[in-house]
């Protein structure tokens, strides 16, 4: 049965400090609940299994930017009409067919083998991070800013076929876009922002990266994604614009929340980072592990395509849902003892990179990333230790940090 969320809001600043409560009280309460907190409504999903349905329900559809962006608009629609062009042609915002052609043009570049040869430019990339702060002994920084912003950024932008300069841009546009499309309520200045972000990043690939690609062909996604524009397989112009600022975006985001809330959790709990330092062999494991009891990504959205009952509700054509990711990852009628931390947990497995035919592209790319970051400090920093209080970054959607001050052996 239905119950309005009056005694658990998901947006106030307590909530989105530490959702895992509210989660919990919304999945006792029930497994459907509806929410004015989303837009001008939404139906909430609570447990594990409903949400993994929901992701592989085909009468639910991916397309909803429209009325996302027009909710911002107030009476700016004409000036948000570019976001809205580069945001409906996104693969992360499509149905099929298109959504599967998609795929099958970028799926290659992220297949194990091709993972596999970015290893040792990964470990290097690392180790130089990590050089960088550990040539202060004793000193305070900020993994944030140090860490878990570059190194995602670096991958991506050498995956891409980025400038190393262009990296700073990459993070300042992403973490813009990830402002607008976390919010529940987008306001106009949000959807100022990253419509600005967004034609910032367009242009780039546009006069810049794109032309020089189709002179010189790389080994990298843009150069991929030419390719298939030149087979005809990718239209010109505004549907391959939004492939590579999405994928530029998701390849960001995602990884510098998970490498941020991962290590703020293992310097809380000291005793499961000093069984990691202990048996480096389960950092895969721990990394898993971290996506199931902090995801990076709290939520998702889809849009009902056609009329259907679900736990006695009718939800309407056009209606929206929410599926609670954050909730769903600590089901205890899918996880034992799932407020838990356990890097030796035996079977992990979350919905953090989503389930279906929309699960993340980018999945393995992330958790190689984490992994090779984790394993090389639990090998060369198992005295590192918080040096103060973090800072949450407010977003519903995108749960991560934007200040982890951690310290130095001495």
């Known amino acids: 049965m239905s119950v309005l969320l009056e005694p658990v809001r998901l947006i106030d600043a307590d909530f989105l400090h530490?959702?895992?409560?509210?989660?919990?009280?919304?999945r006792e309460a029930g497994p459907l609940h509806w929410s004015e907190e989303f837009f001008d409504g939404a139906w909430v999903l609570t447990r594990h299994a409903d949400v993994e349905a929901a992701l592989r329900d085909p009468r639910l559809s991916a397309q909803r930017t429209g009325g996302w962006v027009m909710e911002a608009a107030e009476g700016e629609r004409?000036?948000?009409r570019p976001l809205q062009r580069l945001f409906a042609r996104a693969m992360l915002f499509l149905d099929p067919p298109d959504h599967q052609r998609l795929r099958q043009i970028m799926q290659p570049a992220f297949r194990p083998d091709r993972l596999a040869a970015l290893q040792s430019e990964?470990?290097?990339?690392?180790?130089q991070l990590i050089d960088a702060v550990e040539d202060a002994p004793g000193a305070e920084f900020d993994f944030m800013e140090r860490i878990a912003r570059p190194l995602p950024a670096r991958v991506i932008?050498?995956?891409m076929g980025l400038e190393p300069e262009r990296e700073a841009d990459c993070m300042a546009w992403s973490e813009d876009l990830a402002a607008f499309i976390g919010a529940a309520r987008p306001t106009p200045e949000q959807a100022r922002t990253a419509q600005s972000s967004l034609i910032e990043m367009a242009a780039y690939f546009e006069q810049e990266l794109l032309p020089r690609r189709r002179r010189?062909?790389?080994?990298?996604?843009?150069?991929?994604?030419?390719?298939?524009?030149?087979q005809g397989q990718i239209g010109a112009g505004a549907e391959l614009l939004a492939q590579c600022a999405m994928l530029l975006f998701a390849g960001y985001e995602t990884t510098r929340n998970l490498l941020g809330n991962g290590m703020l959790t293992l310097m809380r709990q000291r005793d499961q980072w000093q069984i990691l330092c202990?048996?480096?062999e389960r950092v895969p494991s721990a990394v898993r592990e971290l996506l199931r009891y902090d995801s990076p990504v709290q939520w998702t959205g889809r849009r009902v395509a056609a009329d259907f009952e679900l736990h006695g509700q009718t939800l309407r054509r056009g209606e929206l849902l929410i599926a609670l990711i954050g909730s769903a990852n600590r089901d205890p009628a899918r996880h034992e003892q799932p407020e838990r931390f356990d890097v030796r947990r035996a079977n992990p497995g979350a919905l953090s990179f989503g389930s279906g035919p929309h699960i993340c592209i980018g999945a393995a790319l992330t958790q190689i990333e984490?992994?090779?970051?984790?394993?090389a400090l639990v090998r060369r920093c198992p005295d590192w230790t918080l040096a103060g209080s973090p800072r949450r970054n407010g977003n519903p959607v995108y749960r991560g940090l934007e200040v982890l001050p951690l310290r130095t052996q001495g």
């Open 18 to 26: 530490d959702p895992y409560p509210g989660y919990r009280a919304l």
């Open 78 to 80: 004409a000036q948000l």
């Open 122 to 127: 990964l470990d290097l990339m690392v180790a």
């Open 157 to 159: 932008a050498r995956l």
């Open 216 to 230: 010189e062909p790389g080994d990298d996604i843009v150069s991929r994604l030419l390719e298939a524009e030149r």
């Open 278 to 280: 202990e048996q480096p």
């Open 370 to 375: 984490a992994q090779t970051l984790l394993g």
